[in-house]
C-alpha cells in the first residue's frame, strides 16, 4: 500500500544508512522497524482492563443494583412528574 509519511529528518538518515548496509530499500527498513514496534508495544501492554463505572453515594454501599429498562423509565417518569404532584397526593391517588 502506498501512503506519505511525514519523518524526522534524523530518523530518514538513519533509515536510508540502514538500507544501504542491509541492500534493502527504505520501505522494507520502515516497515521492519513498524512491525517490530507494534509487536512490542501489544505484548507490553497486556490485556487491557475492563473498563468499570464509578459510582457515587454513601461508602459500603457497594455496586450500584442492575435495574431493567422498564423500571428506569417509570424511574425516569416519576421524576417527571413530581413537582407536579401536590405534598398530600400519594402515589396512584386522584389529584
Do not use: H, W
Not at 520501505?27 to 475492563?50: C, D, F, I, Y
Amino acid at each position: 500500500m502506498r501512503t506519505t509519511l511525514t519523518i524526522a529528518d534524523e530518523l530518514l538518515i538513519e533509515a536510508k544508512r540502514i538500507a544501504a548496509e542491509r541492500r534493502c530499500s527504505v520501505s522494507e527498513v520502515v516497515n521492519s522497524a513498524l512491525r517490530t514496534a507494534l509487536k512490542r508495544e501489544a505484548t507490553q501492554e497486556g490485556p487491557r482492563a475492563l473498563f468499570e463505572m464509578p459510582t457515587y453515594g454513601r461508602k459500603g454501599r457497594g455496586k450500584a443494583q442492575a435495574i431493567s429498562p422498564a423500571e428506569m423509565a417509570t424511574l425516569g417518569e416519576e421524576d417527571d412528574l413530581a413537582p407536579y404532584r401536590s405534598s398530600k397526593t400519594t402515589k396512584g391517588s386522584p389529584e
